[in-house]
């Protein structure tokens, strides 16, 4: 399994401009969750699905942010305009939960370095 | 919302020695998780904890879930240089089980 995908590795932009990530999960994972981490807030999460829908958004910064999933093999998060505030590295991840108070275990991905200047 | 403090923030250790890190949260959660996260990569699972009391081994770690069901350690025998890294616990409680991460244990191993 190639694991969980996420592009780009490094994106380096100027505020005020769009910023897209992109995420690929693990094949059969119906859970999919955004994370922010930084040195002073440490590993934030922001948003995650279960089967393509919005769970909890309570993580989201702002209106600035916003993520989609549009089917299982995809999901992207959205910052527009970016601040020099959002500068992190984001991290997907991906499980599959069947329900429950059972869980599975999170798959993360490489992470994408974000720095907005 | 919950929060999970782990302890201690930092450790240097000489190699060989053993190492033990904790967290605790005023919350209750149903599953304890303790992840490695090596620089430039994503955190990586080492063990995961379902029941409370529960004692868990993978190889020189060991981990328990507290029977308050408010903390976890994570021990680590005999230290090598590969174990340097960021540690985090993480509990996962509520519908769908949403996992929230500790502050992270940044372990320095001296050869």
């Known amino acids: 399994d190639a694991g969980v995908i996420q592009s780009p590795r490094h994106e380096v932009t100027e505020m005020g401009q769009e910023v897209t990530l992109r995420c690929k999960p693990i094949?059969?994972?119906?859970?999919l969750f955004w994370y922010r981490q930084t040195m002073m807030r440490g590993l934030e999460l922001l948003i995650y699905f279960n089967n393509n829908v919005p769970i909890d958004d309570s993580g989201m910064p702002e209106d600035r942010f916003s993520a989609k999933m549009p089917n299982a093999s995809f999901s992207t998060l959205k910052i527009q305009p970016s601040e020099p505030r959002d500068s992190a590295v984001y991290f997907c991840?991906?499980?599959?939960?069947?329900?429950?108070?059972?869980?599975?275990?999170?798959?993360f991905g490489p992470g994408t370095r974000l720095t907005v200047l | 919302g919950q929060q999970l403090n782990q302890s201690p923030q930092s450790m240097f250790i000489q190699e060989g020695e053993d190492v033990s890190m904790n967290c605790t949260s005023s919350?209750?959660?149903?599953?304890w998780l303790w992840y490695k996260q090596d620089p430039g990569e994503g955190p990586v699972l080492l063990i995961a904890?379902?029941?409370?009391?529960e004692l868990t081994s993978n190889g020189r770690l060991t981990a328990q879930f507290g029977i308050t069901r408010k903390d976890s350690f994570l021990n680590i025998s005999a230290s090598i240089p590969s174990d340097v890294g960021i540690y985090f616990c993480?509990?996962?409680?509520?519908?769908?089980?949403?996992?929230?991460f500790g502050t992270g244990t940044k372990l320095q191993v001296i050869p």
């Open positions: 919350s209750i959660f149903n599953t």
């Open positions: 904890l379902y029941k409370a009391g």
């Open positions: 993480a509990g996962g409680s509520g519908g769908y089980q949403k996992v929230t």
């Open positions: 991840a991906s499980r599959y939960y069947w329900g429950g108070t059972s869980t599975d275990t999170q798959y």
């Open positions: 094949s059969g994972h119906n859970s």
